[in-house]
């Protein structure tokens, strides 16, 4: 969305780029954006500009002030609090050293980080919080009622798939009566890996058979012997961890 890019998209409300035209890019290519930054100089050759970049000549500028130009500002503003806020936070305390030493009380220089609240009282200043702060999902209807958990899950749903493993056991005994049927999307083609499913289902009986009790064991330690077993099978045959989602009915 930056003015160049949509200029060499030809989208840009004010700026067209023609034949002839001189685009200088002063900038350094901020290293994994290389091949971003190269698709709109070619785009703009392709619109008949004329680029000049840092790889062709030596037109590269900084776009932040010097340490003297930081002591000109200091000295021309003199403010009575200083809050560094720009750069890693290993710059914001060097900056902030150098406000003490420009002058300006230890007291009145503040090193802020993100959700930390500066709070001006009267004469005085100072930081508190934190409160939230970050990356703010929507999703459909919703802002921000998606947690990290189900994000996670929507990850190796894309990356890896998700099993289901159904299974109907007796309540008074703990018998099988149905299953296990062991259904499979996004993790192997079912045709190519029917034997991968077919040993999976052998590793689910192995987990009912080592499960005998005096009496039925409880469901929820069922599912989880067999997320932990089938989780375990599964990376050491295709190195892949699907979501594994056992679906048990006592009956």
């Not at 030809?10 to 350094?28: A, E, F, M």
């Not at 890896?160 to 499979?184: F, K, N, Q, R, W």
């Not at 005998?212 to 012997?225: A, R």
């Amino acid at each position: 969305m930056s003015a160049l890019t949509r200029m060499a998209r030809g989208t840009h409300k004010g700026i067209k780029i023609k034949s002839g035209d001189t685009i200088i890019l002063s900038s350094r290519f901020i290293p994994g954006n290389e091949r971003a930054i190269t698709s709109i100089i070619n785009s703009l050759y392709r619109m008949g500009a004329e680029v000049v970049y840092e790889k062709v000549s030596e037109i590269h500028t900084s776009g932040h002030a010097k340490r003297e130009e930081l002591k000109l500002m200091l000295n021309l503003v003199k403010p009575r609090y200083f809050v560094p806020i720009h750069g890693e936070y290993r710059h914001l305390v060097k900056h902030a050293q150098l406000a003490v030493d420009m002058g300006i009380p230890d007291e009145h220089v503040l090193i802020a980080q993100d959700g930390d609240v500066i709070v001006f009282d009267g004469e005085r200043a100072r930081v508190e919080g934190p409160v939230h702060t970050g990356r703010i999902l929507v999703d459909g209807k919703g802002v921000g009622d998606i947690g990290d958990m189900v994000l996670r899950d929507r990850r190796r749903l894309s990356s890896h798939g998700i099993v289901i493993v159904l299974l109907a056991l007796s309540e008074e005994t703990g018998d099988t009566i149905y299953g296990p049927d062991i259904i499979s999307r996004g993790f192997v083609f079912e045709e190519k890996g029917a034997f991968i499913l077919e040993d999976a289902k052998c590793v689910v009986l192995e987990v009912l058979d080592e499960l005998e009790h005096p009496s039925p064991p409880p469901l929820s330690e069922v599912k989880s012997k067999i997320q932990k077993r089938l989780k375990r099978f599964f990376y050491e045959v295709v190195e892949r961890g699907p979501i594994i989602l056992p679906i048990i009915i006592a009956a």
